[in-house]
């Protein structure tokens, strides 16, 4: 069981709650100073600290400056008998895990101490998990189902197809994933099939002989080919025509190529990681995607979910960029005023990392003292915060409108039918709302 440090100079009150506490099967140290509970702390392991708000000497809140300090991430109760929300709100600030009331409730002051525990070491089991992709950026439990994935993919010659919004890290993915397996000292070719036109493709793809058409002046070897041994990677792979689905889907089957123009056939060993923003289920039913090829490609399956559905992951990749372009525009890594990480947090992303990465570069260049403040944001991030365009200078009914329909989105996740009915309106007219103020994509239209 946990051993817990408990600070009050009330001694009647710090006999009750420590035996309570005893019988539940903690360890309690106790002290009447904050002095004399830095000397416990700096000797013995605790779980979690609770503390009173008043003390003689160094008072609850020097102690958890002090705490914070010596980056020493004990969760912290604080107890107090003088509720005031001033003394709340600095607390939590200086990273106090909850903050109570006394006299305490038994039953709630149990409940905020076990869970306090248990949160700490979560957060300590997390950090102890070692990544073998370092390169991505990602605490959440979603990412952290697709490390392993990836992981296990890895080791394997299997076909993946990864799936994800525009910017998720579909092609970081792949290139980890190549880094990791066996054929990492071997080529990982990239073939984005929506840059090179359609009659060249094939070409590109599976090579040419000398003559086989016209302008084919020399033989060439095929990207398929130049990857043996290695990866390929078919970037938005919805994209790809018909033919050359039939095309491919031989290759996948045989395991054989054939340049245009020769009759010669070339075992090649290639394992395809195939990537798209597209729902290629619906493009299968819309007759462009066929079928028996999604099967072989899609042998095992990464989808990439949108930042704004992993927001807890925002916060560490703001700090990765942060370190990332002030490293690359040598600049101090510079600091952020607190309503900047809320903004972050709160935006709809709909750019995903990408959007992030270059929005916190932008800042990063702009902020001339070190220091990144709202203003350093792009506008749309901004006014994201809603109410503040509505304070500050707005009398523009449209503005109004747009700053509320905003409020309405975020505070919903986005979810318009949701978002609708905390505005009083239909969704089909929040949706021409939507459109109206530019917060629809040109796909979300149709
Ligand atoms: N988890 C992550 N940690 C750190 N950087 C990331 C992460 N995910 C993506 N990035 C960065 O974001 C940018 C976009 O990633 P990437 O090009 O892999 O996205 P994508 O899904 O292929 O996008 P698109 O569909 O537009 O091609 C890259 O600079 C990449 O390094
Ligand atoms: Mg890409």
Same mark, same amino acid.
């Given at each position: 069981?946990?051993?817990?440090?408990?600070?009050?100079?009330?001694?009647?009150?710090?006999?009750?709650?420590?035996?309570?506490?005893?019988?539940?099967?903690?360890?309690?140290?106790?002290?009447?100073?904050?002095?004399?509970?830095?000397?416990?702390?700096?000797?013995?392991?605790?779980?979690?600290?609770?503390?009173?708000?008043?003390?003689?000497?160094?008072?609850?809140?020097?102690?958890?400056?002090?705490?914070?300090?010596?980056?020493?991430?004990?969760?912290?109760?604080?107890?107090?008998?003088?509720?005031?929300?001033?003394?709340?709100?600095?607390?939590?600030?200086?990273?106090?895990?909850?903050?109570?009331?006394?006299?305490?409730?038994?039953?709630?002051?149990?409940?905020?101490?076990?869970?306090?525990?248990?949160?700490?070491?979560?957060?300590?089991?997390?950090?102890?998990?070692?990544?073998?992709?370092?390169?991505?950026?990602?605490?959440?439990?979603?990412?952290?189902?697709?490390?392993?994935?990836?992981?296990?993919?890895?080791?394997?010659?299997?076909?993946?197809?990864?799936?994800?919004?525009?910017?998720?890290?579909?092609? #970081?993915?792949?290139?980890? =994933?190549?880094?990791?397996? @066996? %054929?990492?000292? *071997?080529?990982? /070719?990239?073939?984005?099939?929506?840059?090179?036109?359609?009659?060249?493709?094939?070409?590109?793809?599976?090579?040419?002989?000398?003559?086989?058409?016209?302008?084919?002046?020399?033989?060439?070897?095929?990207?398929?080919?130049?990857?043996?041994?290695?990866?390929?990677?078919?970037?938005?792979?919805?994209?790809?025509?018909?033919?050359?689905?039939?095309?491919?889907?031989?290759?996948?089957?045989?395991?054989?190529?054939?340049?245009?123009?020769?009759?010669?056939?070339?075992?090649?060993?290639?394992?395809?990681?195939?990537?798209?923003?597209?729902?290629?289920?619906?493009?299968?039913?819309?007759?462009?995607?066929?079928?028996?090829?999604?099967?072989? #490609?899609?042998?095992?399956? =990464?989808?990439?979910?949108? @930042? %704004?559905?992993? *927001?807890?992951? /925002?916060?560490?990749?703001?700090?990765?960029?942060?370190?990332?372009?002030?490293?690359?525009?040598?600049?101090?890594?510079?600091?952020?005023?607190?309503?900047?990480?809320?903004?972050?947090?709160?935006?709809?992303?709909?750019?995903?990392?990408?959007?992030?990465?270059?929005?916190?570069?932008?800042?990063?260049?702009?902020?001339?003292?070190?220091?990144?403040?709202?203003?350093?944001?792009?506008?749309?991030?901004?006014e994201n915060t809603g109410w503040t365009i509505i304070k500050?200078?707005t009398f523009n009914l449209l503005e109004v409108e747009k700053a509320l329909i905003l409020k309405a989105l975020n505070s919903t996740?986005?979810?318009?039918?949701?978002a609708a009915e905390i505005l009083g309106i239909?969704?089909?007219q929040l949706?021409?709302k939507m459109?109206h103020h530019?917060f629809?994509?040109?796909?979300?239209?149709?």
């Amino acid at each position: 069981m946990a051993n817990i440090l408990y600070i009050d100079d009330e001694i009647s009150a710090l006999k009750a709650i420590s035996a309570i506490l005893r019988k539940e099967g903690y360890t309690v140290f106790t002290s009447t100073t904050a002095e004399e509970g830095m000397e416990v702390l700096k000797t013995t392991t605790i779980e979690c600290i609770l503390l009173d708000y008043r003390l003689p000497g160094m008072d609850g809140i020097d102690l958890l400056r002090w705490l914070k300090h010596c980056e020493m991430s004990i969760p912290t109760v604080m107890l107090t008998a003088y509720g005031t929300i001033e003394k709340a709100v600095e607390a939590m600030k200086l990273g106090a895990y909850h903050y109570l009331i006394k006299p305490v409730d038994t039953e709630l002051l149990l409940n905020v101490i076990k869970e306090a525990i248990e949160k700490s070491k979560g957060i300590q089991k997390l950090e102890k998990i070692e990544t073998p992709f370092p390169e991505i950026i990602g605490k959440s439990k979603t990412i952290q189902e697709i490390f392993y994935i990836m992981q296990m993919v890895a080791e394997s010659n299997a076909n993946v197809l990864i799936t994800g919004e525009s910017g998720t890290g579909k092609e #970081l993915v792949a290139r980890a =994933i190549h880094k990791n397996s @066996l %054929r990492k000292s *071997k080529p990982f /070719i990239i073939v984005d099939c929506t840059t090179i036109p359609e009659n060249l493709l094939e070409s590109e793809l599976f090579g040419h002989e000398k003559g086989a058409f016209t302008g084919a002046t020399e033989r060439k070897t095929g990207l398929i080919e130049l990857a043996n041994e290695g990866t390929v990677f078919l970037d938005e792979i919805g994209e790809l025509p018909m033919l050359l689905q039939k095309k491919l889907l031989r290759f996948l089957q045989e395991k054989e190529i054939q340049r245009i123009g020769s009759t010669q056939r070339i075992k090649v060993d290639v394992r395809v990681i195939s990537a798209t923003n597209k729902d290629l289920e619906k493009a299968i039913k819309e007759g462009s995607f066929r079928e028996d090829l999604y099967w072989r #490609l899609n042998v095992v399956r =990464i989808n990439l979910p949108p @930042l %704004r559905e992993r *927001k807890e992951d /925002i916060p560490l990749l703001v700090n990765h960029f942060l370190n990332k372009f002030s490293k690359e525009n040598n600049k101090p890594i510079p600091q952020l005023e607190p309503e900047v990480m809320n903004a972050l947090i709160n935006y709809y992303w709909p750019g995903n990392i990408r959007e992030l990465a270059n929005v916190i570069e932008r800042a990063v260049v702009l902020s001339p003292s070190g220091l990144i403040s709202i203003k350093h944001l792009p506008r749309r991030i901004q006014e994201n915060t809603g109410w503040t365009i509505i304070k500050e200078n707005t009398f523009n009914l449209l503005e109004v409108e747009k700053a509320l329909i905003l409020k309405a989105l975020n505070s919903t996740g986005w979810n318009q039918t949701k978002a609708a009915e905390i505005l009083g309106i239909s969704r089909k007219q929040l949706r021409t709302k939507m459109k109206h103020h530019g917060f629809l994509t040109q796909s979300e239209e149709e």
